[in-house]
């Protein structure tokens, strides 16, 4: 069974796809709040059948106080049932103690779950012993325990969603970033390589989706122009993105379909907005707008966040996506650990040079996630007069973003860190992105 919050479906869909692939004879529940979890596995073990109960777990979830609590009461109750629970996603990944001794889980699945979770599976189905199982943790004794590393996924092995069920979501077409900045989980998750799905797997997927279920297509990316590349590089592949792009397009047009793409729900890094890119965007898309990774304007906190770009590479992907009649959406991260006056005072610099050029600005607040280098760090209070700046510019339409609402969000993380409910000091952090 898996707790399938919306929040986290497209994770939970990748899942359900692979084990409907590899295994026989199990039946997935999907339960939509903790108390269709609760109803739903007691009828399980009331018929004497194996229940597993799966989640996937975001750290921000956890700030929702009644949620946290009826969690871990939900999760103790399970195991005196009998139910094995398990949980899985970016806060287990960067939080395994937490997980297994603070929210009670029998077992964390720490990366990505198609191989990991199907194997557990078919040795719970076969008698097997599931601690066989690479990626798992668990505690022994009071021993915390961690299988061991397998090797990273080939996208192309997997569906990115169950469509034989009537189940669609965006296509993953890129997993793992090379850059691993200090405040994202993406590489310390996924790897510090580009991993992609073929062309000719993405048009099967996109021709399927147009065929059974929608018309706006679009993609899930860590960087919509790294298509093509396996590491970090200051060159996009622009003839393959075209390539990627055009085959997209001829689907799309066979079915009506629109193809959005550098856009929501993926980004793109600024100093891949080239000419090159920007010119196979416009001959192919629908969007009119694409969202640049940004997150600072001080050269020197791009620095320390390992961003790999510089302000000015901000500034011209602005500028070479207006030329191409692009509205640029910039990302500014607000609160970094360690931001000091003038560098609020640079963000807010290049928020309102990218306001009066004609682009906006999408704005967020730090959040130290487990699993990440900054993790441990403490967010920097915004000054009353940054706010009101930003509160002006969102107030004419030229900026968003739930900044304030992730402010808060990032200091109920530290007071949680605080009471030891989560625990990211457990070993196993820097290590995911050399496998």
Same mark, same amino acid.
């Given at each position: 069974?898996?707790?399938?919050?919306?929040?986290?479906?497209?994770?939970?869909?990748?899942?359900?796809?692979?084990?409907?692939?590899?295994?026989?004879?199990?039946?997935?529940?999907?339960?939509?709040?903790? $108390?269709?979890?609760?109803?739903?596995?007691?009828?399980?073990?009331?018929?004497?059948?194996?229940?597993?109960?799966?989640?996937?777990?975001?750290?921000?979830?956890?700030?929702?106080?009644?949620?946290?609590?009826?969690?871990?009461?939900?999760?103790?109750?399970?195991?005196?049932?009998?139910?094995?629970? &398990?949980?899985?996603?970016?806060?287990?990944?960067?939080?395994?103690?937490?997980?297994?001794?603070?929210?009670?889980?029998?077992?964390?699945?720490?990366?990505?779950?198609?191989?990991?979770?199907?194997?557990?599976?078919?040795?719970?189905?076969?008698?097997?012993?599931?601690?066989?199982?690479?990626?798992?943790?668990?505690?022994?004794?009071?021993?915390? &325990?961690?299988?061991?590393?397998?090797?990273?996924?080939?996208?192309?092995?997997?569906?990115?969603?169950?469509?034989?069920?009537?189940?669609?979501?965006?296509?993953?077409?890129?997993?793992?970033?090379?850059?691993?900045?200090?405040?994202?989980? &993406?590489?310390?998750?996924?790897?510090?390589?580009?991993?992609?799905?073929? &062309?000719?797997?993405?048009?099967?997927?996109?021709?399927?989706?147009?065929?059974?279920?929608?018309?706006?297509?679009?993609?899930?990316?860590?960087?919509?122009?790294?298509?093509?590349?396996?590491?970090?590089?200051?060159?996009?592949?622009?003839?393959?993105?075209?390539?990627?792009?055009?085959?997209?397009?001829?689907?799309?047009?066979?079915?009506?379909?629109?193809?959005?793409?550098?856009?929501?729900?993926? $980004?793109?890094?600024? $100093?891949?907005?080239?000419?090159?890119?920007?010119?196979?965007?416009?001959?192919?898309?629908?969007?009119?707008?694409?969202?640049?990774?940004?997150?600072?304007?001080?050269?020197?906190?791009?620095?320390?966040?390992?961003?790999?770009?510089?302000?000015?590479?901000?500034?011209?992907?602005?500028?070479?996506?207006?030329?191409?009649?692009?509205?640029?959406?910039?990302?500014?991260?607000?609160?970094?650990?360690?931001?000091?006056?003038?560098?609020?005072?640079?963000?807010?610099?290049?928020?309102?040079?990218?306001?009066?050029?004609?682009?906006?600005?999408?704005?967020?607040?730090?959040?130290?996630?487990?699993?990440?280098?900054?993790?441990?760090?403490?967010?920097?209070?915004?000054?009353?007069?940054?706010?009101?700046?930003?509160?002006?510019?969102?107030?004419?339409?030229?900026?968003?973003?739930?900044?304030?609402?992730?402010?808060?969000?990032?200091?109920?993380?530290?007071?949680?860190?605080?009471?030891?409910?989560?625990?990211?000091?457990?070993?196993?952090?820097?290590?995911?992105?050399?496998?």
């Amino acid at each position: 069974m898996f707790y399938y919050d919306k929040q986290v479906r497209y994770s939970v869909n990748s899942l359900i796809a692979a084990i409907d692939k590899a295994c026989c004879n199990v039946i997935i529940v999907l339960a939509s709040n903790l $108390e269709d979890v609760y109803m739903k596995a007691h009828e399980i073990r009331s018929r004497g059948e194996i229940c597993v109960v799966a989640f996937s777990l975001l750290t921000t979830m956890l700030t929702n106080e009644a949620f946290l609590s009826n969690l871990v009461k939900l999760i103790n109750d399970l195991r005196s049932r009998g139910c094995i629970t &398990v949980v899985g996603g970016p806060h287990a990944t960067g939080d395994p103690l937490g997980s297994l001794k603070s929210l009670g889980f029998d077992y964390v699945f720490i990366g990505e779950g198609e191989d990991s979770f199907t194997e557990f599976i078919l040795e719970l189905q076969h008698g097997g012993d599931v601690k066989r199982v690479k990626s798992l943790a668990y505690i022994e004794g009071d021993k915390f &325990v961690f299988t061991g590393w397998r090797r990273r996924v080939n996208l192309d092995d997997y569906d990115p969603f169950p469509y034989w069920r009537g189940i669609f979501q965006p296509v993953e077409i890129t997993r793992g970033c090379p850059y691993g900045c200090f405040y994202c989980q &993406v590489s310390y998750m996924h790897g510090f390589e580009y991993r992609h799905r073929s &062309v000719e797997k993405i048009a099967y997927y996109v021709e399927t989706f147009l065929r059974r279920h929608g018309r706006d297509m679009r993609f899930i990316t860590p960087n919509g122009m790294s298509y093509g590349l396996k590491t970090s590089s200051q060159i996009p592949r622009a003839d393959l993105l075209e390539y990627l792009l055009s085959s997209i397009r001829a689907i799309c047009d066979k079915y009506g379909g629109k193809l959005f793409y550098g856009t929501f729900p993926s $980004e793109v890094r600024p $100093e891949h907005v080239t000419d090159e890119t920007m010119r196979v965007l416009s001959k192919y898309v629908t969007n009119k707008r694409i969202i640049i990774g940004a997150q600072s304007g001080s050269e020197r906190l791009l620095r320390f966040l390992r961003r790999g770009h510089s302000v000015d590479d901000v500034k011209n992907a602005v500028e070479v996506a207006l030329k191409y009649n692009f509205t640029p959406d910039v990302d500014l991260i607000l609160g970094l650990p360690g931001e000091e006056r003038e560098d609020i005072f640079d963000t807010l610099k290049l928020a309102k040079w990218v306001v009066d050029r004609g682009g906006r600005i999408h704005v967020h607040y730090f959040m130290p996630l487990p699993g990440t280098p900054l993790s441990n760090t403490t967010p920097t209070p915004i000054p009353i007069e940054v706010m009101k700046h930003i509160a002006r510019i969102i107030g004419s339409h030229k900026g968003y973003g739930k900044w304030l609402h992730q402010e808060e969000i990032a200091w109920k993380i530290v007071k949680l860190r605080e009471a030891g409910v989560i625990r990211p000091k457990c070993g196993l952090q820097g290590q995911q992105g050399e496998k």
